[in-house]
């Protein structure tokens, strides 16, 4: 076979999404909280793309500390099934502080969690089809005087890490993954 006729194999941009979107969600993935936990809040919103358009093959992860501050989360809070060793999802008793949601064909995604304790925020990575590196940004569920990331934004800026409240216990944070509106992303290294 003459070489311009092999066939060339993927290139990053290619074959970074949405694949993951088979194999990293696992079921109730969204239920940080334990099941009927009183203080247990929603945060909610859509990932839109730099066109506007909802993006409905994102991933969404959620970390937070829990309600007294602690980070240890829940080790084997994962359940699995004891024949197939697929994840069924969690036991529904621990909070775990993490959470892993796809977002639906309308680009929505959702987490039901508890308010983070010792922060005013939820800390969120998004996986999307054409990132070669996932993004991190901040869900603020209460405008913090004096955070030292808030403070550092202009007005405009800022509000693009502040969660909506929408009704009581629920809170709107949408992703705008560029644009005039882009969410701010911040950078680790």
Same mark, same amino acid.
């Given at each position: 076979m003459p070489p311009h006729t092999l066939p060339t194999p993927p290139t990053p941009s290619q074959t970074v999404g949405p694949f993951y979107g088979y194999a990293l969600p696992f079921p109730r993935g969204g239920e940080v909280?334990?099941?009927? &936990?009183?203080?247990?809040? *929603? +945060?909610?919103?859509?990932?839109?793309?730099?066109?506007?358009?909802?993006v409905p093959d994102a991933l969404i992860e959620t970390w937070q500390p829990a309600p007294?501050?602690?980070?240890?989360?829940?080790?084997?809070?994962?359940?699995?099934?004891?024949?197939t060793g697929q994840v069924i999802g969690r036991d529904g008793v621990a909070f775990t502080g993490f959470g892993r949601v796809p977002t639906d064909a309308d680009g &929505?995604?959702?987490?039901? *969690? +508890?308010?983070?304790?010792?922060?005013s925020y939820i800390s969120l990575a998004v996986f999307a089809r054409g990132l070669l590196h996932h993004l991190y940004t901040r869900a603020y569920v209460v405008d913090e005087p004096g955070d030292p990331l808030l403070a550092s934004l202009d007005a405009d800026r800022r509000a693009t890490l502040i969660a909506r409240s929408e009704a009581p216990r629920t809170y709107r944070f949408d992703i705008r993954l560029q644009g005039a509106d882009e969410t701010v992303f911040l950078e680790f290294s």
């Open positions: 909280a334990p099941v009927g &936990h009183p203080d247990t809040i *929603t +945060l909610h919103g859509y990932v839109y793309d730099g066109a506007g358009q909802p007294d501050g602690a980070r240890t989360g829940a080790p084997g809070s994962l359940r699995r099934d004891p024949v &929505h995604w959702a987490v039901r *969690t +508890l308010p983070p304790g010792g922060v």
